[in-house]
């Protein structure tokens, strides 16, 4: 039997802590990858902000399965010390929460600049690894692990850190998805879904681009947790994330139609994939 959670990024759905609640109930999904909470990123929750955010998550029934941090999307020349204060904060919060992932990134302005992200790559790891909680690296546009060279790079040179699959941002810097899904599926922690066409670079619902979602779901063979981060409509916050366009070849009406048009999408996959929804898991 293979189980597989259902997250999402519930950001894109509503900025505000009740509409993400509310979002991720109405589509049975139990567990969020908190990026953005009240508008405020959630690394720079305070402690003390962040025990009322979990009282109320524990109250809806939400668990928040990884911290969707930022960390890593900064100049290779920043006062590493310095930022790994950060880090550490992080780890915290996600103690709080009960979270045993952090997403992050290996740095921009950073391709020259190997030996020195392989060594603050090890660093963060072995400060997540203190607090129970897995530092894993998301490959990402214009940061070092961007291309599925340098991950691999990364994953033969790094001890303890943990690995995110984004097929869209493997296609938006010109890789093959056959290509990554055979190099990378095996040694993927977990999945963002996440879909886009790669002739226009146009954010599509999963199935509809190039990133051959279904393939990746029909590859599992273990349990496995799928988050969602749809990037169907300009959300709150992207900004702060992603200093790009967006481009879309759907439209929808707010927010909230197009995170549930995104689950839809993907759990239409699943099912096509011979998974049944039972309780909050997808089960085949």
Known sequence: MIKIKLC???????????????????????????RNVDGKNATALTIEEAKAVKEKLDANGIQVWSIGSPIGKVDINTDFDEYLKLVRHTCELANIFGAKKIRMF?????????????????????????YGVDMCHENEKD??????????????NTKGLKFIYDPANFLQCGENADDTLNAFHAKTDYFHIKDVVAASGAIVPAGCG???????????????????????????????????????????????????????????ILVGAGYQEIGNEFVK
Not at 226 to 254: C, Q, R, W
């Open 143 to 156: 940061i070092y692990g961007d291309t599925a060279e340098r991950v691999k790079d990364i994953m033969e």
């Open 210 to 268: 190039d990133g051959k979602i279904d393939e990746l779901v029909s590859r599992i063979t273990s349990d496995k947790t799928l988050t969602l981060e749809p990037h169907l409509t300009v959300f709150e916050g992207y900004a702060s994330i992603d200093n790009t366009e967006m481009k879309h070849e759907y439209t929808f009406s707010n927010a909230n139609e197009a995170f549930d048009a995104a689950v839809s999408a993907l759990k239409k």
């Open 8 to 34: 999402a990024f519930s950001d894109e759905a509503d900025a505000a802590l009740d509409g993400q609640i509310a979002a991720l109930k109405r589509n049975n999904l139990p567990y969020m990858e908190m």
């Open 106 to 130: 290996s740095f921009f302005k950073a391709y020259e600049e190997r030996e020195k992200v392989l060594r603050y790559l090890n660093a963060m790891a072995e400060i997540g690894a203190e």
